[in-house]
Structure formats: structure tokens, C-alpha cells
């Protein structure tokens, strides 16, 4: 076999991503070093790296997030590059910065474009500059009052705050009048300053119910730049996306290529190299540049579901310095793909997360289901780190077989002892606006879909709810199970009847 691209990676992440990452080092023969915290010391992620260190307390500031004791590791063990995988480390350029001064390869872009691409209002500039279309609102910080309700006056109401510093999400404020701009604009500030340590905010024009479509991107060391696929993650709550899918339901050519391009404007503009996500927003039939994410995004599964492309690989590759071998016309988008990711959290309850230990757990599987995960029966799911347990993804010729497949493989999965999110993924696919692909940000809210989850509960409760007290025996575990997978079709039918008699009656 020819010489490995690098010698060993360390994988400066947990979970699934850790996982993932480590899956395409096994594939390109590259040995892995996982680090764990004290929550993650028999974690599958770290049993399943080449070797594992310890890198702290449970607290992510103790551990994940300590830099300087990562770059030791890094180099106590010869690693020779990291990857951040995403959330973490994963955007801080201090990290890719004290990586580069040590002479460890830091899959991702340098800590240059990084830092750039982390100042939004630096980012807006670029974009400008690049002729993509931004939504009307300031170039520059606004810190004064009086300019701020200028700036009110010329784009309209309502308008949106937006710390410099923030993206996600993070350090937004809507602004539906005049009179409310003063307190606004020193709290979101002030927000800002503590936050981040940066207290300059912009202004847009707040652009009510968008849809969220965003472009993949993939750049070598030499400027060449392809975009690879459009993902929408419209159906999301408070910023922390639910269901995604590749490609957007109203995607059409003509503007993948109007989308695509103005991605690859923004990222030859900064010198961008790697992997990287850059975010629109999408409003009658106008789209907008937001921000770009400089990292391998959680949903970066259902591009490589359409595309076939190994985006991890990908950037391992370019990271040791090789050229892109794939062209922008090699590119070919196949069939649809949707994620759901399931998440130890109830849906009742506002989402609160859930975590314990799985008592019991059987993902689902056969054509066209991807499962992302580092969970199994008996692992404890940590109150210290977010509550995904996986990221499910069907794949299909077309949307309708991608939602059917989405389907039955909700039924098939089988996890007990952590409330999922599984009944809130079930009453979404079911959803006639959701089959009819209208999708928004505000999806969740617009379509009931709180009250439909209690449906869906009522519906399917199986055998499944006497299992708390009858764990410990595998015969009723057994039969709760398979009762679980084969109550589909009397569901369904349900479903369909409903629907029927709905149509009906119009
Ligand atoms: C916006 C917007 C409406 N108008 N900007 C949220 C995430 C961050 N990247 C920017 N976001 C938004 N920016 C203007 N001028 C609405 C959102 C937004 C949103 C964007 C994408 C996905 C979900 C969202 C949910 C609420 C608000």
C-alpha cells in the first residue's frame, strides 16, 4: 500500500463524529488517537481509536475544550494532524493557530480564514464584494443610536441585531420599531461583550419565515474550489436544526448553479481550503448570504448520500496537501437523502434533554438507511454534552422514497430507557406540508407539530410501555421489541385513512 496521506490523526472531538472521522483514517490507513474526558472513559469512540488519552474532567472547558493540553497529546503521542470534527474546538482559530505553530496539520481552514469568516460583519464584506446577494442592512459595526435608526428608516422594520462575533443563531435581536432600537442595540451589545468579547454588532433587515439552504463546499491548498451540494435545514428549534435534507425541496438547477457559484466566490475571495459550509437564507425566490461555517457540518451525511463523495476523506486529502481530484462537472447529484437526528429529549417537554442509560437499543437498517451513532445497550448518554444519540439517513431515488424509507426506519428503531425524539420525527414525516416539501424556519410552530407528536404516542404505544419493570427479561424484551418494528403497516394505514377522509370531506 502506498504511504498513508498522514502517519496518525488525532481526533479532538467524541461521539459519532469522533467515529466518523476515525472510520475514514481506518480507510486511508492512518492511525487515530481519540482524547476522552472523564464522562467518555468507556465511550466507543475512544475504545474504537488506535490508542486514547485522557484529556480532563467531565466539563468541556476542562477537557474538550483545553487547547493546550490537546496540542500535547497531539504531540506526546507524534500525531501529525488533528481533526476538530465540528461543535468544540472546531471553529476557534487559536486552535488551528497553535496547531500551525507546532507543525500539526489542522484539518480545516487556516486559522487565517477562520478567524476572518468568524467576524460576521467581515464575512458580509466579502460577500459583498463578491457581488452575492446580501439582505439590505449595514457594512459596517453600529454603535451609535441615532445611526441605527437611520439605518431603521432606510431598510424598514422589523430589523434584526446581529452580534459580529455571533452566527448560529447566537446574539440576535429583533427590532420591530423606532422605540425600541435604544434598548436593543446596548443590550445586544452588551450580550455581545460578555459573550464573546466582542461587542460589535450590525444591522439587517429581519426577513420574516426564510428558508435555510445551504451550499457544501470543498477547497484544496491551490484555490481550486467545487461546490458539492445544497442541503435545507429549515425544519430546526432555537437554532438547533431537527431534520435536514439534500437537495432542498425547491431546489432546481438553475439555482444550485446561481448558489453553488456564489459559494465559490466567497471561498476563492478569502483563500478558503478544506471543507466548508456556506449558509443562505431563501425568500421569495431570493436568496442570501448569512455566514460561512468553517468546519464538517453534522448534516454533512446527506451529501455524501447524493453525491457519493466522502466529504472526511476528502478533507484529509486536501489537508495533506493533494490537489482536488474531483471537478466541479464531475459532480452529479443523485436521488435525495434526509436526516433526522435523534436525540435523547422529549418533545412534551419542551425538548428538555433525557439523559441515562439505554437499556436497550436496536437501530434500524436495510436499503438506503445510514445510521451515524456511538451509542449502544447499556451506554449512558452524559448530562455534560449534547443529547444526540444518532443521526438517521434515508436515502432514495426520489423525496417520496427517501420519506418512505424515513419512515419505516422510524419504526424500526427500538431505543429504551432515555425518552427520544423518535415520536417528533414519526409526526413530521407525516406531515402533509412536510410530504409537499413546504418547509421554514418557523415549520415546527406553523404546523402543529407539538400536538401531532401526542398523536403519534397515542397511536403507537406497544407492549413497550410495560418494559421499565420487566427489563431483566429478555423474553418481554424481545417481544416489545418486535412488536415496536411490526406495528408499522397498522399505523400507516391510520395515517393514510386519516388523510383520505380529509380529502374527502374538503
Ligand atoms: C436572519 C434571519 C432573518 N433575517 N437574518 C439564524 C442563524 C444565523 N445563521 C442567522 N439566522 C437568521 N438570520 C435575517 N436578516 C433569520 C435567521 C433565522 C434562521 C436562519 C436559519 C435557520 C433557522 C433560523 C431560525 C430563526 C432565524
Avoid at 49 to 75: C, F, M, R
Avoid at 128 to 142: F, L, R
Avoid at 209 to 234: K, M, T, W
Avoid at 259 to 287: L, P
Wanted: charged share 25%.
Amino acid at each position: 500500500m502506498a504511504e498513508p496521506l498522514f502517519q496518525k490523526v488525532l481526533v479532538a472531538n467524541r461521539g459519532e463524529i469522533a467515529i466518523r472521522v476515525m472510520r475514514a483514517c481506518r480507510e486511508l490507513g492512518i492511525k487515530t488517537v481519540a482524547i476522552y474526558s472523564d464522562a467518555d472513559n468507556k465511550a466507543l469512540f475512544a475504545m474504537y481509536a488506535d490508542e486514547a488519552a485522557h484529556v480532563g474532567p467531565a466539563p468541556s472547558s476542562q477537557s474538550y475544550l483545553n487547547i493546550e493540553k490537546i496540542v500535547e497529546i497531539a504531540k506526546s503521542t507524534g500525531c501529525d494532524a488533528v481533526h476538530p470534527g465540528y461543535g468544540f474546538l472546531s471553529e476557534n482559530y487559536r486552535f488551528a493557530q497553535r496547531c500551525e505553530e507546532e507543525g500539526i496539520t489542522f484539518i480545516g481552514p487556516s486559522s487565517y480564514v477562520i478567524e476572518k469568516l468568524g467576524s460576521k460583519i467581515e464575512s458580509r464584506k466579502i460577500a459583498k464584494s463578491s457581488d452575492i446577494p446580501t439582505v439590505p442592512g449595514t457594512v459596517d459595526a453600529v454603535s451609535d443610536v441615532e445611526e441605527a435608526i437611520e439605518v431603521g428608516r432606510r431598510i424598514g422594520y422589523p430589523a434584526l441585531i446581529k452580534a459580529s462575533a455571533g452566527g448560529g443563531g447566537i446574539g440576535m435581536r429583533v427590532v420591530n420599531s423606532e422605540d425600541e432600537f435604544k434598548e436593543a442595540l446596548e443590550s445586544t451589545m452588551r450580550m455581545a461583550g460578555s459573550a464573546f468579547g466582542d461587542s460589535s454588532v450590525f444591522i439587517e433587515k429581519y426577513v420574516l419565515n426564510p428558508r435555510h439552504i445551504e451550499i457544501q463546499i470543498l477547497a484544496d491548498n491551490f484555490g481550486n474550489v467545487i461546490y458539492v451540494s445544497d442541503r435545507e435545514c429549515s425544519i430546526q428549534r432555537r437554532h438547533q436544526k431537527l431534520i435536514e435534507e439534500a437537495p432542498s425541496p425547491i431546489m432546481t438547477p438553475e439555482l444550485r448553479k446561481r448558489m453553488g457559484e456564489a459559494a465559490v466566490r466567497a471561498a476563492k475571495a478569502v483563500g478558503y481550503s478544506n471543507a466548508g459550509t456556506v449558509e443562505f437564507i431563501y425568500s421569495d425566490g431570493q436568496f442570501y448570504f448569512l455566514e460561512v461555517n468553517t468546519r464538517l457540518q453534522v448534516e454533512h451525511c446527506i451529501t455524501e448520500l447524493v453525491t457519493g463523495i466522502d466529504l472526511v476523506k476528502e478533507q484529509i486529502k486536501v489537508a495533506a496537501g493533494l490537489p482536488l481530484t474531483i471537478k466541479q462537472e464531475d459532480i452529479a447529484i443523485r436521488g435525495h437523502a434526509i436526516e433526522c437526528r435523534i436525540n435523547a429529549e422529549d418533545p412534551l417537554n419542551d425538548f428538555a434533554p433525557s439523559p441515562g442509560k439505554i437499556r436497550r437499543y436496536r437501530s434500524s437498517g436495510g436499503p438506503g438507511i445510514r445510521v451515524d451513532s456511538g451509542v449502544h445497550t447499556g451506554y449512558t448518554i452524559s448530562p455534560f454534552y449534547d443529547s444526540m444519540i444518532s443521526k438517521l439517513c434515508a436515502y432514495g431515488a426520489d423525496r417520496d422514497e427517501a420519506v418512505a424509507r424515513m419512515k419505516r426506519a422510524l419504526y424500526e428503531y427500538v431505543v429504551i430507557g432515555v425518552t427520544t425524539n423518535i415520536p417528533f420525527h414519526k409526526a413530521i414525516m407525516e406531515n402533509e406540508e412536510f410530504e409537499k416539501g413546504n418547509l421554514s424556519t418557523k415549520f415546527i410552530e406553523d404546523n402543529n407539530i407539538i400536538a401531532a407528536v401526542k398523536g403519534v404516542l397515542e397511536r403507537d404505544s406497544v407492549k413497550g410501555a410495560t418494559l421499565a419493570s420487566a427489563l431483566d427479561n429478555d423474553e418481554i424484551v424481545v417481544a416489545a421489541i418486535t412488536a415496536a418494528v411490526s406495528s408499522y403497516m397498522a399505523n400507516i394505514a391510520e395515517v393514510d385513512s386519516k388523510k383520505q377522509s380529509k380529502k374527502g370531506s374538503k
